[in-house]
């Protein structure tokens, strides 16, 4: 990998995000495995010093490309990224990173969440990648113009033409499409269409986030250590859904009080603790499912001890069983 192997901002080759997934990852993987014969969605394997994994590049049009990512990196190192006017969103699962824009500071970035930012033409972007670590994540970038409509449909006053860089939790529908991009089970054409199909609702989740009220009144006051404590409350939910913590433990794990971690949790996350178990179980569940995992093993590994109740909650999420999802999964062509 070319373009990873120094921090030095002045010694990262930039490479342009205007040229399609051929020629970006000609500038980035040098000699690694590629698979796909559409020049404008490239998939990459490598096994190198600094890592191991695969990214691919889907552009679904000069105005709109994808990165799915999903590696393992053994050294420290960067990527550099022209400006171009881009804006990108960066759905993260998992990643010990950074991203330096200069005069414009640095963001540290660790676990999970979406970060939202701008690169106007002339600002690089230096993304500074921790070594020892998972850099599993979606990103989209998208034309600052051709932004613009997709913004009047999400009843947005539009986001600065400037730089600008914006950090939130996860939307609870983002973590299930971004499962769906990682997990992708077509190859070929219809690969670059189901992306696209994605891409097209993981941006309605950023947008209907961002036209989200950012402080809705409700008499809560949250100091920045609240919110650092329920961060570390919701981590530890990520981390244990399956067999989560009493509240009132939960509570004093973080350093809250009970009621102001419950209600501040619906604050910041706009649902329960609860409910967003449920959510965090039933999206694991469904990748266990598409894995072929029996519906039994599934509801054990995820938290159920019952099928039954596992089930109904299953299709009451998705409209469907989840033995007709693993059936149909099992009985799908392995490349289309």
Sequence with gaps: MTAAVALDADAVPLVSLDRNGAALRAGLFAGAAEDGDDPAAVQVVFDDTAGAGRV?????????????????WRADGAIGYRGEDWVRFNFCLDATASFDFADYGRYDLRGQELRIFHQPVGLPCLHRIGGGARSVCVTMSVRREALSRHEALAGLPGLPDGFFFRRMAMPPAALRAVG??????????????????????????????LAAPQD????????????????RARAILDD????????????????????????????????????????KRLDAAWLLLQDGLPVG????????????????????RYGLAPSALRQAKCGAPKSS
């Design 216 to 231: 809705p009144s409700g008499g809560i006051v949250l100091r920045d250590g609240d919110r650092a404590r329920i961060a």
């Design 297 to 316: 093993a599934v509801a054990e590994a995820v938290g159920y001890r019952h099928v039954g109740s596992f089930s109904t909650a299953f299709r009451r």
């Design 240 to 279: 244990s859904f399956a067999d989560p913590p009493a509240v009132a433990d939960l509570a004093r794990a973080v350093g809250l009080n009970r009621n102001k971690l419950s209600y501040g949790f619906r604050h910041l996350h706009d649902r329960s603790m609860s409910d967003y178990l449920a959510e």
């Design 180 to 209: 769906d991009l990682l997990h992708m089970p077509y190859r070929r054409a219809l690969r670059r269409v189901y992306a696209g199909a994605k891409a097209q609702e993981l941006l309605c989740t950023a947008l209907q986030a």
């Design 56 to 72: 691919e590049f889907i552009e679904i049009d000069p105005d709109f490309n994808l990165m799915v990512s999903d590696c393992f």
